[in-house]
T-cell receptor, first 113, second 116 residues
């Protein structure tokens, strides 16, 4: 079975600073990869996804992620963080054809003014 | 299109009571998923439907849990004889499954259950 690791439970950054949230997965083949954001008391919103092709994926709200097969990683990045980006971020992987994603435990992003 | 909606948003119940949650997916979506999310964790898959057929159930879905999607539109998730360990956020998601096309799931706001 696949697994997802988000090694950072909390990340604190200053507004305007760059951001990188880490995600590693364990699975023999290349899965589908996703990043979601969840604001307090809300459902999840898809930021971006990787299915195939270009390993640098652009998403909404200025986020991007890079799939690195050799490192089994799919890290999320943003060049300049805004206070409104404070939220919980979840990485998810899905075995191709399973239609069932496995989520990481999440990284809580705190943004200082 | 107003997105995925869930009702109620919050539910407080006493241990041993039954509860039922409702999910209304995006209208043209044929797949509907239920997840459970506990504090400090990511969502965990419970079950999913394609139209009215329940295609997959997680081992997390004990006999006390039952889900239905009678007409392939809205879905209900019922928990019988609730236990304190059932306290969690229950999330619903829907997607449009087309042959050969990987779908995107759209999530509702969730129903937060507290069992006293």
């Amino acid at each position: 079975a696949q697994s997802v690791t988000q090694p950072d439970i909390h990340i604190t950054v200053s507004e305007g600073a760059s951001l990188e949230l880490r995600c590693n997965y364990s699975y023999g083949a290349t899965p589908y990869l996703f990043w979601y954001v969840q604001s307090p008391g809300q459902g999840l919103q898809l930021l971006l996804k990787y299915f195939s092709g270009d390993t640098l994926v652009q998403g909404i709200k200025g986020f991007e992620a890079e799939f690195k097969r050799s490192q089994s990683s799919f890290n999320l990045r943003k060049p300049s963080v805004h206070w409104s980006d404070a939220a919980e971020y979840f990485c998810a992987v899905e075995i191709r054809g399973s239609y069932i994603p496995t989520f990481g435990r999440g990284t809580s992003l705190i943004v200082h003014p | 299109d107003t997105g995925v909606s869930q009702d109620p948003r919050h539910k407080i119940t006493k241990r041993g009571q039954n509860v039922t949650f409702r999910c209304d997916p995006i209208s043209e979506h044929n797949r509907l998923y239920w997840y459970r999310q506990t504090l400090g964790q990511g969502p965990e898959f419970l079950t999913y439907f394609q139209n009215e057929a329940q295609l997959e159930k997680s081992r997390l879905l004990s006999d006390r849990f039952s889900a239905e999607r009678p007409k392939g539109s809205f879905s209900t998730l019922e928990i019988q004889h609730t236990e304190q360990g059932d306290s969690a956020m229950y999330l619903c998601a829907s997607s449009l499954s087309l042959a050969g096309v990987q779908e995107t799931q759209y999530f509702g706001p969730g129903t937060r259950l507290l069992v006293l």
